[in-house]
Nanobody, 120 residues
Framework: QVQVVESGGGLVQPGGSLRLSCAVS????????MGWYRQAPGKEREAVAI???????NYADSVKGRFTISRDNAKNTVYLQMNSLKPEDTAVYYC??????????????WGKGTLVTVSS
């Protein structure tokens, strides 16, 4: 089994910064894409930032230029640096990873989420 655990959420003022971390552990063979998603109250879950195994990144238009996703393959960890935070960034942030097994079977694993609240 693969476990995914997010950390780093909290309360921050508008214009502030936070860094989220997502650690992957367990029976890991190979991790492909890693990504951050968020779900605000009353809204659908949306993709925020994705990073492929070759470190190619994609961002939602709403966070381009403010958020940066990165990964440390040696630590099986993905990060989300969030700058210039806005109240509309308030949401539960989830980490998701694509795991490839030794038999080339792909599975997606999700963490339980970490709450980010942007408010004065």
């Amino acid at each position: 089994q693969v476990q995914v655990v997010e950390s780093g959420g909290g309360l921050v003022q508008p214009g502030g910064s936070l860094r989220l971390s997502c650690a992957v552990s367990g029976s890991i063979f190979r991790i492909n894409a890693m990504g951050w998603y968020r779900q605000a109250p009353g809204k659908e879950r949306e993709a925020v930032a994705i990073i492929g195994s070759g470190s190619i990144t994609n961002y939602a238009d709403s966070v381009k230029g403010r958020f940066t996703i990165s990964r440390d393959n040696a630590k099986n960890t993905v990060y989300l640096q969030m700058n210039s935070l806005k109240p509309e960034d308030t949401a539960v942030y989830y980490c998701s990873v694509q795991h490839i097994s030794s038999t080339n079977y792909m599975s997606s694993y999700w963490g339980k989420g970490t709450l980010v609240t942007v408010s004065s």
